[in-house]
């Protein structure tokens, strides 16, 4: 049975939290402590050595001030939230890359508006040049990788951008990466498993310095390779001897990727405040479409920095592995992978659940070297009962299926006249099921434009979906009154670059291929 009820829990206030620590940011991996890096060589290098993720002790030690965000625009805040995350880079660079970032390239100056959603409201993140969220962090990613560059380094070096992507990410970092000085981007996505649209963007893509695959496999599979990429010294050293190219990650697993987002829950936040629908200090909660945990972690890193975040819900799809974690403290990856209408989701290894967990266990970096060694010769691990109390008190979750998602997007649009996708369709899902108490907001992540899934939308909304996914859009458009991105309109005429097929262990030729060809 699918759906099954949702459990939300009290919030539970980590020890995590240097209150006036004058001690200088820096970044090491989630499994060691050996590593000392500032958030610009964090961002550089990606993923850590030993394949851990890289997190700072010093997270929450400076509060963002929340008392005038009522009227402030979301560049505005982002210079406030992002000069706490990444301390390293000055106010007048961190200034220039959220101008380049968040300019006229977004169809709504709000960046991300907040729109009431019946008794609930909704936090479009899909405004972007690829209609996804992931165009929050991937506009912003390319201009903070610039400034990363060492001080009397190769001044020949190169960046080589590698990324497996389960649907956006892929298309909103080659959108980033596409002709960045002193870049190029290499993107992995699995072979049929993502939608027509969410593919053409990708082998479409224009740029000088981009590359494209396809891989047989699903995600899980294209992901594990690139992290074993990353993890090549012998790989590495040939690559730089070559090709003077170095690998860093787009991917929400280079903290670049992750901290943009954190910005979005203090927009919301500053809308709810302007719209007087709460005072400050009042508490907030969100629920949180996601796969691989980076967009719900987010939420938890604007807490640590002060936003008053009463409650982050998990929603999931049929691919439910977060939601028995939640639940039982044991993960299993083990498990039938579904290919579901909301691909983006169709996840099994949730990488940025080990920051949390880091987080969570006080930064025990034993027992995360532990847990995530049991996961890849395992593939599963079970976390501590003290642990699992405190991710309880914090996370809530639950998940919806096939037949619950097309239904969720019928009664969003029959109760609100809204079109949502359909993993923001499991979002919508798991609010209705949880308890809610009227004096708290509660805000949904929308993460995707429904015109990427416009097939999928017709059908649960009953309108005609023969035919290609352009005269989809073209019915949704005119069924619903709302207007289809002109970029994914556009795709249907747009050329294919990129047809190639790799098989999981060709990706590292493929790689070495793409670096030559810089």
């Not at 009820?5 to 050996?34: I, L």
């Not at 993140?125 to 929050?136: E, H, I, M, R, Y």
């Not at 097309?406 to 369709?425: G, Q, S």
Request: with cysteine.
């Amino acid at each position: 049975m699918g759906g099954s009820p949702v459990d939300w829990w009290v919030v539970y206030r980590p020890r995590f939290a240097y209150e006036g620590s004058a001690v200088a940011t820096t970044f090491h991996s989630t499994r060691s402590t050996t590593d000392s890096l500032t958030a610009k060589q964090a961002i550089r290098k990606g993923i850590a050595d030993d394949g851990g993720l890289f997190v700072s002790d010093q997270l929450g030690s400076t509060k963002v001030e929340i008392g005038d965000l009522a009227g402030k625009s979301y560049q505005e805040i982002a210079r406030r939230v992002l000069g706490a995350l990444l301390p390293d880079f000055t106010a007048e660079e961190l200034g220039a890359c959220i101008d380049a970032a968040y300019g006229e390239q977004w169809s709504d100056d709000r960046i991300t508006p907040l729109k009431p959603l019946g008794d609930d409201f909704i936090l479009e993140l899909f405004n972007g040049p690829t209609s996804a969220f992931k165009d929050v962090a991937l506009q912003i990613l390319p201009r903070f990788m610039a400034r990363t560059t060492p001080a009397g380094g190769d001044t020949d070096e190169k960046i080589m951008i590698l990324t497996a992507t389960s649907g956006d990410t892929g298309k909103a970092a080659l959108a980033g990466f596409a002709d960045a000085p002193g870049t190029a981007i290499t993107v992995f996505y699995p072979e049929g498993k993502v939608s027509q649209v969410q593919e053409l963007q990708m082998t479409t893509q224009t740029g000088s310095n981009v590359n494209v695959a396809a891989v047989e496999g699903n995600f899980d599979d294209a992901q594990s390779a690139v992290k074993r990429i990353f993890g090549d010294k012998e790989l590495a050293a040939k690559l730089a001897g070559d090709s003077h190219v170095v690998l860093s990650s787009a991917n929400s697993i280079n903290v670049g990727r992750l901290v943009p987002q954190v910005v979005y829950y203090f927009s919301a936040y500053a809308q709810l405040l302007e719209q007087q629908v709460i005072n400050v200090g009042d508490e907030v909660e969100f629920v949180v479409p996601t796969g691989n945990f980076g967009d719900i972690l987010a939420g938890y890193y604007a807490k640590l920095l002060g936003l008053p975040v009463k409650h982050l819900v998990v929603a999931s799809d049929k691919n439910n592995v977060l939601f028995d974690f939640l639940t039982t403290g044991t993960y299993n990856r083990q498990r039938p992978f579904f290919q579901t209408i909301s691909p983006s989701m169709d996840i099994l290894i949730s990488s940025n659940l080990e920051r949390m967990l880091y987080y969570l266990s006080d930064g025990d970096t034993r027992l995360i070297a532990m847990l995530m060694n049991d996961l890849k010769n395992w593939g599963t691990y079970e976390i501590p009962e003290p642990l699992l109390a405190k991710i309880r008190q914090l996370f809530g979750c639950g998940w919806a299926d096939e037949d619950q998602v097309r239904e969720m997007i019928a009664d969003c649009w029959e109760k609100n006249r809204y079109v949502i996708d359909p993993h923001t369709a499991c979002a919508y899902f798991v609010a209705q099921q949880m308890p809610h108490d009227p004096l708290t907001p509660r805000v949904i992540l929308a993460t995707a434009s429904p015109y990427k899934f416009p097939r999928v939308v017709n059908e649960s909304l009953g309108f005609d979906a023969n035919g290609t996914d352009f005269e989809c859009m073209d019915v949704l458009a005119h069924e619903t009154g709302t207007t289809a991105p002109a970029a994914l309109r556009g795709l249907e005429t747009a050329d294919v670059r990129f047809d190639t097929v790799v098989p999981i262990d060709g990706m590292e030729s493929f790689v070495e291929q793409a670096a030559k060809a810089l």
